[in-house]
């Protein structure tokens, strides 16, 4: 037995996890706990407070920021609502179509924003819309993050479709359902979790994303990530690490109720 | 209707999906073919084509653009033509910087991720939700969290002066340091998670069958283990070295002037008058191809190792 553990253990590796933790949390932890810090400076402490908190909200940059977290979670809902209905036909017929010509094909277009670096994609879409003439605002925004979202939606989906047998289907279409009737109240409910993960991957995607939407915004539209970057630049305020700290607890939120999600589909299966 | 001797199923067509594949996949051919691939296409046109004074286009053919990437010509383009070393300075820094990241995250990624596989099952989920925490949080909010720690009078001076470690605060921001270790902190998830894949999957009797033949433990790690688990490596250093070598935030809010990647240097084309969308367009065009090149590398020789 004791043979058995040390196989395992390799001197030094728990010291160098406990790094990698450290240097994934201390930023975070540190611009979290600055953020309700009570001085206007952001390098010495003067005491807690929830001041730039109340700043976000009512302060001079509040209507900003507003502006700025609605287009971003109106984006982010419609670009992966739609990436996900895309990418649940795309799964469908990739796990379920057998083996038809330009399934590679189809497999390298789907995976295709993954493999194109973000700023080369943000040159081209910008590049696309201003040759054909189309003035650059939130449509062009939500355009480029259904695209982008595609193939997030699609793992996931994809992932759990292949794990689900199809004999479920096979006895539904032998009891006379149609094909739509299938799909609808044997496979989809089947595919939930899959299709929730996929939702909820590209939501984040798309409220994450910066460089693609800064090249395709047009003057005067802001996302929340545009917009901190816009204040940024100006020098890291206060009001700043408020913001973060709250899309911090966010996506902390988001990412458990998927890990959840994942673990209810988990037992499902 | 007959059943189907090979499914064994009344529905002849098994789950009937089998004559829709077109209208399902058509969606996503038709979205990403109209809104990547043609845009693609585009600016690999424009990268042909001739700047317009003003920050546009000419549509007339030139090398201009590849030419001024590779070859200075004087202040008036009259001179000899010598190599340009400007612009392959940029994608050079990119290059080692990108390297060095993968370098890096390996180093810390493998044990983390061996660690992590080697918990009681039971854990291992917890463990790698604390991992993919950051991946899942803002990267802009990551890099902007980096550059308030790393300030002159930030939070990791002052600690390191209260312990009189240096007497006077480093400077980090706005060098190479600062950007490697804002991409090293940006992607560092990305190396840990394929690993941690291919180690779960790890069959342990081989390290035991090595260990009783006197093999030490690092030997059992580097002839046994890391040949086993070698895709998962691959497959993290690419996702590391791959938007590291096109990464913008973190040589923008972390880099300066002097620490220039390929990143900022296309972002630059595209802003304001003083840009240049052709020159833009062939700088991404070269990142592009030295990012296809790399996972085309990868495509085949993975496919080889099935085989």
């Not at chain 1, 001197?11 to 996890?17: E, H, P, Y």
């Not at chain 2, 399902?24 to 296409?41: E, R």
């Amino acid at each position: 037995m004791d043979m058995y553990s040390n196989i395992r253990r390799y001197r030094g590796f728990g010291v160098l996890t406990a790094l990698c933790l450290t240097v994934l949390y201390v930023p975070l932890i540190v611009v979290a706990v600055y953020s309700f810090n009570a001085s206007r400076s952001i390098t010495a402490w003067g005491g807690f407070s929830f001041e730039w908190y109340v700043d976000v909200f009512i302060g001079q940059e509040a209507p900003i920021f507003r502006a700025a977290a609605w287009n971003s979670i109106s984006i982010a809902f419609l670009a992966a609502s739609a990436a996900t209905v895309i990418a649940v036909a795309a799964a469908v017929a990739m796990t379920r179509g057998g083996a038809f010509r330009g399934r590679q094909a189809s497999f390298a277009v789907i995976s295709l924003p993954l493999m194109v670096p973000e700023i080369v994609i943000a040159v081209a879409t910008l590049i696309f819309f201003t040759t054909i003439g189309v003035r650059t605002g939130y449509g062009t925004i939500l355009i480029a993050h259904i695209t982008f979202c595609i193939p997030f939606a699609y793992l996931p989906i994809s992932a759990r479709l292949q794990g689900i047998e199809e004999s479920y289907e096979l006895a539904a279409r032998d009891l006379y359902a149609t094909r739509w009737q299938a799909f609808r109240l044997i496979l989809l409910p089947l595919l939930m979790p899959g299709v929730i993960s996929g939702w909820l991957l590209a939501f984040i995607i798309s409220l994450d994303d910066f460089i693609i939407t800064n090249f395709v915004k047009g003057a005067g539209m802001e996302t929340l990530p545009t917009a901190i970057f816009g204040s940024v630049k100006q020098g890291i305020k206060p009001n700043i690490m408020a913001i973060s700290t709250l899309m911090l607890v966010f996506s902390a939120v988001f990412v458990t109720l998927s890990y959840l999600i994942n673990r209810i589909g988990q037992k499902a299966r | 209707m007959a059943a189907d001797p090979a499914t064994g199923s009344a529905t002849r067509g098994g789950t009937g999906w089998r004559e829709l594949v077109a209208p399902l996949l058509l969606p996503s051919w038709l979205v990403i073919g109209i809104f990547l691939v043609v845009p693609v296409a585009l600016m690999a046109t424009y990268s042909f084509l001739t700047k317009d004074f003003r920050g546009g286009i000419v549509w007339q053919f030139s090398l201009d653009a590849y030419d001024q990437f590779f070859l200075d010509r004087g202040l008036f383009g009259d001179e000899p033509p010598q190599p340009n070393w400007n612009y392959i300075a940029i994608f050079w820094r990119s290059i080692w910087q990108a390297g060095l990241a993968t370098l890096l995250c390996l180093v810390i990624g493998f044990p983390t991720a061996w660690f992590i596989a080697t918990r009681n099952p039971r854990h291992r989920a917890l463990w790698i939700f604390l991992i993919t925490v950051p991946y899942w949080v803002n990267l802009l909010i990551r890099t902007v969290s980096m550059r308030f720690l790393l300030r002159d009078q930030g939070p990791f001076n002052e600690a390191l002066l209260a312990l009189g470690l240096v007497d006077s605060p480093l400077r980090i921001i706005n060098t190479d340091v600062a950007v490697q270790i804002g991409l090293f902190y940006s992607y560092l998830p990305f190396m840990v998670l394929p690993i941690y894949a291919a180690v779960e999957r790890y069959d342990f009797s081989l390290s035991e069958a090595a260990r009783d033949l006197y093999a030490g433990p690092w030997t059992t790690l580097r002839v046994i283990v890391l040949p086993a688990v070698k895709p998962g490596i691959v497959a993290g250093c690419i996702l590391v070295f791959v938007p590291s070598l096109g990464a913008f935030l973190a040589p923008d809010l972390l880099g300066g002037a002097r620490t220039y990647m390929i990143g900022s240097l296309i972002d630059e084309q595209f802003r304001g008058s003083a840009g240049n969308w052709p020159f833009g367009s062939a700088a991404a065009m070269i990142l592009l191809t030295m990012v296809l090149a790399v996972l085309l590398w990868h495509a085949r020789s993975a496919g080889r190792e099935q085989r």
